[in-house]
């Protein structure tokens, strides 16, 4: 059981969003939304933390009024959805964004390029399009890279050949590049199809939360995080409370303090979010 003490303390509560504080249909249920407004009235914060793009978050954070910096695309993106103000930005250097077209040209791979708005795709990559585990991300089909080379978030490559993306992640990395970070995993949905993620080193979740406290103030061990995925680790390795849902991952249920009971589909944020009402009341 979490000490009331500890729950009095926290003034931020960070959301990841796909199967945390959304269900499997992309929704947020009015008794997460009512119990947030509660909270809100008490004076706790709220934001996000997700692998969506900036514009694929927006109307998620309408509905439960966030007016604090949201942390999007895994880190790389810190803005406020009401002023628009960017407290943090990590763009792809464009020689790395080159090189990394020039090497799915030559290995058959095909490539998107992800800014804080759009994914942007040529008429040569547009499977990607159907490929991409991007929930809500606009896609926008472009003449030429050439035309969206700068503020590029991240760079996202998929294929058929394990083999060729192995071998475009490897030379992506260091020491063929520096101060880029590469994620190379399957897919969940599309069997056979193989990912690479590229973005520029010091941007992920839990750098983003950091960011984000500094921003706002606030104590990082005064913060709570839920999460469910494999991308959450990094929230789940700062001073945060965490919660994880109970259909977490194991590796984040082990790192966790609370799990719930129920799952995202059963509102399990909202086990979390009324026991932190009732301390705060």
């Not at 945390?20 to 009512?34: A, E, G, K, Q, V």
């Amino acid at each position: 059981m979490i000490n009331k003490e500890l729950l009095k303390r926290i003034e931020l509560v960070v959301f990841d969003l796909d199967g945390t504080l959304t269900d499997d249909r992309d929704d947020i249920s009015p008794r997460i939304i009512s119990l947030i407004k509660k909270l809100k009235s008490k004076g706790v914060k709220f934001s996000i933390a997700t692998g969506r793009l900036h514009s694929a978050v927006i109307d998620h954070a309408k509905k439960i009024e966030i007016d604090v910096p949201l942390i999007t695309l895994d880190g790389t993106l810190i803005k406020n959805p009401v002023t628009d103000e960017i407290i943090f930005e990590s763009s792809v250097p464009k020689k790395y964004v080159k090189r990394a077209l020039e090497l799915a040209d030559k290995f058959f791979l095909k490539i998107a390029l992800c800014n804080a708005d759009a994914i942007f795709y040529t008429e040569e990559n547009s499977l990607i399009t159907s490929l991409l585990e991007k929930n809500g991300a606009p896609f926008s089909l472009v003449e030429s890279y050439n035309d969206v080379l700068d503020n590029v978030l991240e760079i996202a490559i998929s294929g058929d050949y394990s083999e060729n993306i192995k071998y475009v992640s490897n030379k992506m990395s260091f020491p063929y590049t520096f101060g880029i970070r590469t994620s190379y995993y399957r897919s969940q949905s599309h069997g056979g199809v193989y990912y690479i993620e590229i973005r520029k080193i010091g941007s992920d979740k839990g750098d983003g939360l950091r960011k984000l406290c500094r921003h706002l103030g606030i104590k990082e061990k005064n913060t709570a995080v839920l999460g469910d995925w494999y991308n959450d680790k990094s929230l789940f390795e700062t001073e945060a409370l965490k919660i994880a849902m109970a259909n977490a991952v194991t590796e984040i249920k082990k790192s966790a303090d609370i799990v719930t009971k129920k799952s995202n589909n059963e509102d399990g944020s909202a086990e979390f979010l009324k026991l932190l009402l009732e301390a705060k009341s």
